[in-house]
């Protein structure tokens, strides 16, 4: 009896707040906050790239995650964000990867008479995005010019390297000879949902051990393409 007198009382205190507060769904938010949820997708490049070796096909890039806008004037012009992403960063170029149990050896697959259908490396990262905002955005409207200049930290979780040949197939996971920490600038711009995105990387994709001929491999990332955000 208690257990249903208590619910008739929640249940009428309910009713008499719902009819003493009316929602206006149209109108304008003045705390709205932008471009919370991302996704992109991109053309990867490598740079200083050693003498002999190419990327061949299309070598594509994926990453998603959240940004927390964080608006620094009234007129919610200006901000800041920071987040946490995935990203998957794919390279098909020629570089032959052979690593055993103690060492790892490079070399440019360009041998006459050995065909190679694959030769791909692929990153898996968490990404840190921070970065600083403008855009021209209003409540009432969320088409607007966009501005974004970022720093992206990432950390790489797994790598995986497949080489398909008529000399053999060979798959490594997880190579040692990879940077774990990769960070670089990003731009973004543009307008409504069309934005172009480009992240130039600042440090190397191989630790200095990754060698050909002696030489150092000290080729980094560089990604342009398309930016997309969900509000």
Request: aromatic residues 14%; proline residues 3%; contains cysteine.
């Amino acid at each position: 009896m208690r257990i249903k007198i208590l619910f008739l009382l929640l249940f009428s205190a309910l009713s008499t707040f719902s009819q003493n507060v009316e929602t206006d769904f149209d109108a304008p938010d003045s705390l709205f906050r932008e471009d919370q949820f991302y996704f992109n997708i991109t053309y990867n490049t490598l740079q200083k790239r050693p003498d002999g070796l190419k990327q061949n096909k299309f070598s594509p890039g994926f990453s998603a995650g959240y940004l927390r806008d964080m608006p620094l004037n009234s007129a919610r012009t200006f901000g800041i964000a920071a987040g946490l992403g995935y990203s998957l960063s794919v390279y098909n170029q020629n570089l032959g990867i052979f690593e055993n149990s103690s060492t790892t050896t490079y070399q440019i697959l360009n041998a006459e008479g050995v065909a190679v259908s694959k030769d791909k490396l692929s990153l898996h990262c968490v990404d840190l995005p921070i970065e600083i905002r403008w855009r021209n955005a209003t409540p009432e409207s969320h088409k607007f010019w966009r501005v974004h200049l970022g720093v992206k930290l990432s950390y790489l979780v797994a790598s995986h390297y497949k080489l398909v040949s008529t000399e053999g197939n060979l798959v490594s996971r997880n190579l040692r000879d990879l940077n774990d920490f990769h960070y670089g600038l990003y731009l973004t711009t543009g307008w409504n949902t069309w934005n172009i995105y480009a992240y130039y990387g600042l440090n190397p994709v191989f630790k200095s051990v990754a060698k050909i001929d002696g030489q150092s491999i000290d080729m980094n990332a560089a990604n342009f393409g398309l930016m997309f955000y969900i509000l």
